[in-house]
């Protein structure tokens, strides 16, 4: 049976361990119990194409701020969510409760236990007391502390495990009080835990399967092949390296088989377990029903017993995972998330294909940043930019370049002959800085680092990533698209000025792709920038009074032109560099100032301006004994928010609600080439990927966001937002 499709899709964070370092201190039993990442693969492949949003998180001690990065501030019927619980716990007691518990505080709906079911189900003991307490049938026990605590009284056969373990860690059959001792000194020094001494049941084994909650659903029984050794027991080592035979449905009666159905799902009940669980059952040679253990964690394993009874029962591996989830959504929000099969939507189809370029794209963007593409270094930036032709010569580009000595080639790509575009993508290559001043590629399990991989070389690898995901879902060669790759954009566009207005002339929309911040930004404007070179030189050095005079009046003018900053924010003025240097005995004096300028309004940089200027004039005291020189103005205007842009950005946030995804609109003081464009059409930058600089100033992007910000352009692109903004 197929897996069934999702009709409400929700996000879903599945967490597991991996990191076991990612504690305070090692402290207490180590957990030995984790899921292969295969697994976990696999559960997140079955719920993606259901249509759910899926991120896979490690569940040590930074899952708070990861899960603050991916879930909506709002869980309700409306924006659901939902944490897929696969994480067994890295170390100390009751590890299964630590997720649940933490995810309990929080407030974040769960697959599985409550932290109390979890509790009283991890421990063999308690569990055995409490169906004791419901006339539920388990063999009789005994509890040790240690191996020299009397054990007159114990009847054997009798089988030796840790109080709180699964996975039959640690199980030994033993016959006499020797043995006894032995095993139960291993235990409680291997484990650091009590021994749960039981009495062995010689017969047959079968487990159980439950889901649901109301209805509690249970599996066909599955009964463990022990090949007829009724004193055979199931250990670790079968489970992991030869597992036995399973056979299902059990080759056992009804009225045997109803009978172990109904203490099974007593047993689920008693505990208080939701959601799934396995229980484990001896049958004696007098054929009575011995209750073992309940595993409230039942591994989902492709060998694993409890897999095996969901096929039996109709449920193929990606079908069980999402009727798991479903049993959840519908205990938490009271309605079932699954429906009858339908075709995936758009969105759906193309979040799959992207997850599985995933590393594709990192392998990309790794070899992009590791390329030093200073604005200067002409060798790197063509090499770069050659890589780039590349990829999109396979997606149908063709593409017309411009030739450059100071600065690296310049690149139009084109999928179409047509003069009008739907969209003109915007890609900028270059950077600040130089090969000895160049961050590295260097990655954390969920940020990667490097110079300009947030400022630009994201945005890249997210255009390429969207552009093959539409070409996969066949949209790409219905599309009028331009993409204009600058080199220049570190010197304010110095030479890609004229070419972007050029083509821009053609285009309905026109997308930057710069990075956005972490909450989601898109940027639907930005700041001007001017800058001014100002010098000033002593030429009378026939008195050394006139080096005082001109170290006051330049340091004065620095600080006024600074003081041009407004309270209201309209303005920032800010030296880049100031640098004075004078010599009394030698009546010397000199003076120099960068002086960058971000604005808001072009009207108010005229006056500006002019400010500057009167700022930096000679006094009286000062004329005919030093000379001036001011030079700069603007670098690039502002990029003001229009209709358009505002109709653009609005479809952007339908789509990003769609998704799963949150957006703001933000205002960006830098300023970039989509500001060049003086054409009256939808303007819209930092569609790349989530990110920022660290502490350090080390540029940095959320890995998930290159696949997230991909869907959201190849929605947008796809769109038919496109005949609005016409």
């Known amino acids: ?111 599985g236990s409550s932290p109390a079911g979890h509790a009283l189900a991890l421990d063999k003991v308690m569990t055995k007391i409490v169906w004791q307490k419901h006339a539920l049938p388990t063999p009789e026990f005994w509890v040790f502390n240690n191996d020299r605590e009397p054990m007159e009284g114990v009847r054997f056969p009798v089988i030796v495990k840790p109080k709180m ?131 409230s964690m039942a591994s989902l394993g492709e060998s694993g017993s409890y897999p095996t009874a969901a096929r039996v029962a109709g449920y193929d591996f990606a079908r069980l995972a999402n009727k798991m989830l479903d049993v959840a959504t519908i205990r938490y929000f009271s309605s079932p998330s699954m429906a009858p099969e339908i075709k995936q939507p758009l969105h759906s189809r193309l979040r799959i294909f992207l997850r599985g370029r995933q ?54 790509f084109s999928n179409n002959y047509q003069n009008k575009l739907d969209y003109l993508i915007l890609l900028s290559l270059d950077d600040i800085l130089e090969m000895h001043d160049q961050e590295g590629w260097s990655e954390s399990e969920h940020r990667l680092y490097g110079t300009g991989i947030w400022e630009n070389k994201g945005g890249i690898v997210t255009t390429l990533l969207a552009l093959q995901a539409l070409r996969f879902s066949k949209k790409l060669k219905k599309l009028n698209l331009g993409i204009f790759l600058a080199t220049d954009t570190s010197i304010s566009g110095k030479f890609s000025k004229e070419i972007i207005n050029q083509k821009a002339r053609h285009a309905n929309a026109i997308i930057a792709m710069h990075g956005g911040n972490m909450t989601g930004s898109i940027v639907t404007s930005r700041s001007g920038s001017a800058l001014y070179h100002y010098n000033v030189k002593l030429t009378d050095h026939s008195e050394a009074e006139t080096v005082s005079l001109v170290s006051r009046y330049f340091h004065k003018a620095v600080s006024n032109i600074t003081d041009l900053s407004t309270d209201d924010s309209g303005v920032v003025v800010a030296p880049g560099m100031v640098n004075f240097s004078s010599n009394i005995f030698k009546v010397f004096a000199h003076g120099k100032s960068n002086i960058s300028v971000r604005f808001n309004d072009m009207n108010e940089f005229e006056l500006l301006d002019a400010k500057i200027n009167k700022a930096v004039k000679l006094p009286v005291s000062l004329k005919n004994r030093a000379v001036i020189h001011l030079e700069g103005g603007v670098s690039r205007p502002p990029l003001n928010k229009n209709e358009k842009s505002d109709l653009l950005y609005n479809y952007l946030k339908d789509i990003a609600a769609k998704i799963d995804a949150q957006i703001t609109e933000e205002h960006r003081w830098s300023s970039s080439d989509i500001c060049n464009v003086n054409e009256d059409v939808a303007l819209i930058d930092g569609l790349g990927p989530l990110g920022g600089y660290d502490k350090q100033k080390v540029e940095y992007i959320h890995r998930h966001s290159l696949v997230d910000r991909a869907l959201m352009l190849a929605l947008l692109l796809s769109g038919k937002q496109k005949k609005k903004i016409d």
Not at 53 to 77: A, C, H, K, W
Not at 268 to 284: Q, W, Y
Not at 378 to 402: C, D, K, P, Y
């Open 1 to 111: 049976m197929g897996s069934d499709s999702i009709n409400n899709s929700m996000k879903v964070a599945i967490i597991y361990n991996k990191d076991i370092t990612g504690v305070i201190n090692n402290f207490g039993m180590q957990n030995k119990e984790f899921y292969d990442y295969k697994t976990v693969k696999k559960v997140a492949s079955s719920l993606e194409q259901a249509g759910h949003n899926v991120t896979i998180l490690d569940g040590n001690m930074y899952i708070v701020e990861r899960l603050q990065n991916f879930f909506p501030s709002v869980i309700d019927s409306d924006h659901m969510a939902m944490v897929f619980n696969m994480a067994y716990g890295i170390q100390g007691e009751s590890r299964y409760t630590h997720i649940p518990s933490m995810l309990e505080m929080l407030g974040i709906p769960y697959l």
């Open 165 to 295: 373990e699964s996975v039959s860690f640690g199980l030994k059959v033993v016959h006499n009080v020797d043995d006894l001792r032995e095993a139960v000194q291993y235990i409680t020094s291997e484990f650091q835990q009590q021994a749960l001494v039981e009495q062995f049941i010689p017969g047959r084994e079968f487990c159980v399967g439950i889901l649901g909650n109301s209805p509690v659903e249970s599996f066909p029984i599955l009964e463990i092949d022990l090949s007829g050794d009724p004193n055979a027991i199931q250990s670790v080592e079968d489970k992991k390296q030869h597992p036995r035979k399973k056979i299902c449905p059990a080759v056992i009666s009804e009225e045997l088989a109803e009978k172990i159905r109904r203490f099974s799902i007593d047993a689920f009940h008693a505990l208080g377990l939701r959601d799934f669980a396995r229980v484990d059952i001896r049958l004696s040679e007098e054929g009575e029903i011995f209750l073992l253990e309940i595993n």
């Open 359 to 412: 590393q594709m794209a990192e392998k990309m963007l790794r070899n992009l940043v590791s390329t030093n593409t200073y604005v200067r270094n002409v060798e790197g930036i063509n090499r770069s930019a050659e890589r780039i032709s590349s990829e999109l010569a396979v997606l149908g580009f063709t593409h017309e370049i411009f030739p450059q000595l100071e600065v690296g080639n310049m690149y139009y």
